[in-house]
């Protein structure tokens, strides 16, 4: 009888940088805790590479981004390391890594938290207000999906005197474009914000301007001085009505966390956004959405979202041009 677990990874070894060979253990979909999943979906070498990362897996004794990689979403090669931080940087914490191809090349945006904090004072004095650590969303490059990615400057791309995350890439009309969120720490009403990125995305160009605010989504708290949560944007235009859609991710009284879907009045990036509406409230978010190999609609996102039980899920997205619709969780196996 053919081996085809050995064949399988065969096949993904390939496309590795690092050798592994046959006896490595695949990892199931079920087994890897990842935050803030991204997916890019290869067509070149008909791969599929999940972004995470490395403190989502314990032990892994550096502070940086790693890979894996999958011919089906289901079976995926151990992770390889694709950006390294020094272990002087002072760097806390690594969020929301995500990877775009661009002219060529690949480009990993993904959020740094560092031990200093902003000089300003707490927007809320009382309680228990989160500390203000510089935070900001820094872009890096590579040759190749796997890496290793160098940084492009050694600031963030989003203003340093801001406490910016979850950054995505979109290119519009030919120009490069970055969509971020403002942190409520800093804001208390967090907010969705863009800004311009030099066509060779070395840097901003600019200002950031204002999209929305967390306090768009219905049912937001009303308690003015209550934290509201801008998370985990991600820009899609549907091929059907060139129509431009955004989900990202919030807490909504009753629902916990969620993810929302609104969209362009204009059809351009700098809105309005409208018809802000929930369309998953299962305790998951921070969602992406990519077209599968064989060309379903798929929507990434973890769940549930705390307890280090954070699993990647895949939603069948329906796009009728009018608006975006979740037909059901996916099943791969």
Request: aromatic content about 10%; hydrophobic content about 35%.
């Amino acid at each position: 009888m053919r081996n085809t677990v050995g064949v399988f990874v065969v096949l993904l070894c390939a496309i590795w940088v690092s050798p592994l060979s046959a006896s490595d253990t695949l990892l199931k979909t079920k087994d890897i805790r990842v935050r803030d999943p991204f997916i890019l979906a290869d067509t070149e070498t008909k791969t599929y590479y999940l972004y995470a990362q490395s403190e989502n897996r314990a032990g892994s004794g550096y502070k940086g981004v790693e890979v894996y990689a999958s011919k089906d979403l289901v079976n995926w090669l151990p992770p390889q390391t694709v950006m390294s931080l020094p272990e002087d940087a002072d760097v806390m914490m690594v969020w929301a890594p995500e990877v775009h191809e661009y002219k060529g090349a690949f480009y990993l945006f993904v959020t740094l938290t560092s031990h200093r904090l902003l000089t300003e004072k707490k927007p809320v004095e009382k309680g228990n207000w989160p500390a203000m650590n510089v935070r900001g969303t820094h872009v890096y490059r590579a040759d190749r999906p796997t890496g290793p990615f160098g940084p492009l400057k050694t600031s963030s791309h989003t203003p340093t005197n801001w406490m910016a995350l979850d950054g995505t890439f979109f290119v519009e009309d030919g120009t490069p474009y970055m969509v971020f969120c403002h942190e409520w720490v800093q804001m208390i009403d967090g907010t969705m914000d863009v800004v311009r990125l030099k066509d060779d995305l070395s840097d901003a160009v600019g200002a950031p301007e204002l999209l929305f605010r967390a306090s768009d989504a219905p049912g937001a708290k009303a308690d003015p001085k209550a934290g509201k949560v801008t998370d985990g944007c991600f820009l899609y235009r549907s091929p059907k009505s060139s129509k431009l859609f955004m989900i990202w991710s919030t807490f909504i009284p009753g629902s916990g966390y969620c993810v929302l879907l609104t969209e362009s009045e204009s059809g351009k990036i700098g809105g309005p956004w409208i018809n802000q509406k929930p369309i998953y409230q299962e305790n998951g978010g921070h969602g992406m959405i990519f077209r599968s190999l064989d060309g379903r609609l798929l929507m990434a996102l973890h769940q549930p979202n705390s307890g280090g039980q954070e699993r990647l899920h895949f939603f069948d997205i329906a796009d009728d041009g009018r608006t975006l619709e979740i037909q059901g969780e996916t099943t791969l196996e």
